[in-house]
């Protein structure tokens, strides 16, 4: 890689500021580097890093500039934190405005990715305004909230732009359908659905683009960060150079991966003021596609879920782009999950309706071109996921709502008499009684 002398500077300055924290004042060495192979004499910083040393091991500003703080936390974890000083945190939002998502003074955005503590909702939340729309804040993560009280906001303020992880625009859809809603007539200023914080594979977005029937806009970015790359208009992943250094790094983390191959993705921030991360490993796996893009861009970026993610059979690994591409050769189109079985893969998936069927024929089909054994249970639809839970009074529990980090609530508390419009009482009047909608 060649550092041009507009990122040698950005990352002299970077290196410099990042001596400033407990963290890095030894591990930095406080000489000017002039070139990619000087650089790679840096050590890398993990994930662990970040969390053996928090809450302030990478700070470098002094107080008075430390203007947000968030964490990512996970039951099974401690807490990974960042800090943001204003200009940080400006630059978050401006990067989203980087994108084809396109907010204007037009767009009424409501915000519902967890808000207590994360960062993305915050960041949203400010690049919506700085390009003066206007927010309707709401969060994942509480009883005022839940998925019928956003379908109805949605109706009841024309919302153009939804902005949400990916399983709740769908959850929110499926509320809406046992709502007694029609997702392409009742919600027509819908313009676009924003989305971050959870891997989106191609068939999640047409799914989600199909039933909806609007634009996904995608957006990658690390909590510890914020926004790493955009979708253009074109919706193709372009990394924001101006603000990272990207490396796509081999298994031993010595060597880059040749072009167009897939690494293991380090990032060092270039402009970050509060806590620079210098050689970051994201745990993420990428590729550089070098095809230029309507948009002008010379190269976009393809990410690929972790590791921990996929399923290994035989050393042969099969990640949730490859399931999900097996999957969409079904003729089902419900829920599903996958896991490693006997000497193959087996796919639990819900039947959406019974007219149709698979024949041995697809199924041969599909274990002769992915060279693995499958095994398909069908199953009731609601045995995955129970959709009553999305409109009734229960208290949602936090791992079926895959997110990583969302706390349960509970819906009894709705007390918006408006909320239970006719529709709604009829719709769920029936499926207290057991009837199938
Ligand atoms: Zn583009």
């Given at each position: 890689?060649?550092?041009?002398?507009n990122?040698?500077?950005?990352?002299?300055?970077?290196?410099?500021?990042?001596?400033k924290?407990?963290?890095?004042?030894?591990?930095?060495?406080?000489?000017?580097?002039?070139?990619?192979?000087?650089?790679?004499?840096?050590?890398?910083t993990?994930?662990?890093?970040?969390?053996?040393n928090?809450?302030?091991?990478?700070?470098?500003?002094?107080?008075k500039?430390?203007?947000?703080?968030n964490?990512?936390?996970?039951?099974t974890?401690?807490?990974?934190?960042?800090?943001f000083?204003?200009s940080?945190?400006?630059?978050?939002?401006?990067?989203?405005?980087?994108?084809?998502?396109?907010?204007?003074?037009?767009?009424?955005v409501?915000?519902?990715f967890?808000?207590?503590?994360?960062?993305?909702?915050?960041?949203?939340?400010?690049?919506?305004?700085?390009?003066?729309?206007?927010?309707?804040?709401?969060s994942?993560?509480?009883?005022?909230?839940?998925f019928?009280r956003?379908?109805?906001?949605?109706?009841?303020?024309?919302?153009?732009?939804?902005?949400?992880?990916?399983?709740?625009a769908?959850?929110i859809?499926?509320a809406?359908?046992?709502?007694?809603?029609?997702?392409?007539?009742?919600?027509?200023?819908?313009?676009?659905?924003?989305?971050?914080?959870?891997?989106?594979?191609?068939?999640?977005r047409?799914?989600?683009e199909?039933?909806?029937?609007?634009?996904?806009?995608d957006?990658?970015?690390?909590?510890e960060?914020?926004?790493?790359?955009?979708?253009?208009?074109?919706?193709?992943?372009?990394?924001?150079?101006?603000?990272?250094?990207?490396?796509?790094?081999d298994?031993?983390?010595?060597?880059?991966?040749?072009?167009?191959?897939?690494?293991l993705l380090?990032v060092?921030t270039?402009?970050?003021?509060?806590?620079?991360l210098?050689?970051?490993?994201?745990?993420?796996?990428?590729?550089?596609?070098?095809?230029?893009?309507?948009?002008g861009?010379e190269?976009?970026?393809?990410?690929?879920?972790?590791?921990?993610?996929?399923?290994?059979?035989?050393?042969?690994?099969?990640?949730?782009?490859?399931?999900e591409?097996?999957?969409?050769?079904?003729?089902?189109?419900?829920?599903?999950?996958?896991?490693?079985?006997?000497d193959?893969?087996?796919?639990?998936?819900?039947?959406?309706?019974?007219?149709?069927?698979?024949?041995s024929?697809?199924?041969?089909?599909?274990e002769?071109?992915?060279?693995?054994?499958?095994?398909?249970?069908?199953?009731?639809k609601?045995?995955?996921k129970?959709?009553?839970?999305?409109?009734?009074?229960?208290?949602?529990n936090?791992?079926n709502?895959?997110?990583?980090?969302e706390?349960?609530?509970?819906a009894?508390?709705?007390?918006?008499?408006?909320?239970?419009?006719?529709?709604?009482?009829?719709?769920?009047?029936?499926?207290?009684k057991?009837?199938?909608?």
């Open positions: 890689m060649v550092l041009n002398d990122v040698l500077q950005k990352l002299n300055e970077t290196l410099k500021q990042s001596r924290s407990h963290f890095n004042k030894k591990r930095i060495p406080d000489k000017k580097i002039f070139s990619f192979e000087d650089f790679k004499m840096i050590p890398f993990t994930k662990e890093d970040i969390l053996k928090a809450p302030d091991g990478f700070v470098c500003v002094p107080n500039e430390l203007y947000q703080y964490e990512r936390f996970r039951l974890d401690e807490a990974s934190v960042s800090w000083t204003k940080d945190l400006i630059d978050c939002a401006r990067r989203i405005n980087i994108g084809g998502i396109g907010f204007n003074e037009n767009d009424r409501l915000v519902r967890p808000r207590s503590l994360s960062s993305t909702a915050h960041f949203t939340h400010i690049a919506a305004q700085m390009k003066n729309a206007c927010v309707i804040p709401t994942s993560e509480n009883n005022i909230t839940p019928p956003i379908v109805y906001l949605m109706k009841k303020l024309e919302i153009t732009v939804l902005a949400t992880l990916p399983a709740h769908m959850f859809a499926e809406a359908q046992i709502m007694g809603y029609n997702i392409k007539s009742d919600f027509k200023a819908l313009r676009a659905i924003y989305i971050a914080g959870e891997a989106l594979t191609q068939s999640k047409k799914l989600l199909k039933i909806w029937d609007v634009p996904v806009f957006n990658f970015g690390a909590s960060i914020g926004p790493l790359m955009i979708e253009c208009i074109h919706r193709n992943t372009h990394p924001l150079e101006d603000s990272f250094l990207f490396e796509i790094l298994e031993s983390l010595i060597r880059e991966v040749e072009p167009g191959e897939t690494g380090a060092t270039l402009t970050r003021r509060a806590a620079p210098i050689r970051y490993l994201t745990g993420d796996r990428a590729k550089r596609v070098y095809n230029k893009c309507p948009c861009r190269s976009s970026m393809e990410i690929q879920v972790r590791k921990k993610d996929s399923i290994i059979i035989e050393n042969r690994e099969f990640d949730l782009w490859i399931l591409e097996m999957v969409s050769h079904l003729p089902y189109n419900g829920m599903w999950v996958s896991e490693p079985y006997k193959g893969i087996k796919f639990i998936i819900e039947k959406e309706n019974d007219n149709v069927s698979m024949t024929e697809m199924k041969k089909r599909l002769e071109n992915y060279r693995v054994s499958i095994y398909i249970e069908l199953v009731e609601g045995s995955l129970n959709r009553q839970k999305l409109i009734n009074p229960v208290t949602l936090s791992k709502l895959n997110d990583g980090g706390q349960p609530f509970c009894n508390h709705v007390s918006c008499s408006e909320l239970f419009n006719e529709k709604f009482l009829w719709r769920n009047n029936l499926l207290l057991g009837w199938k909608i």
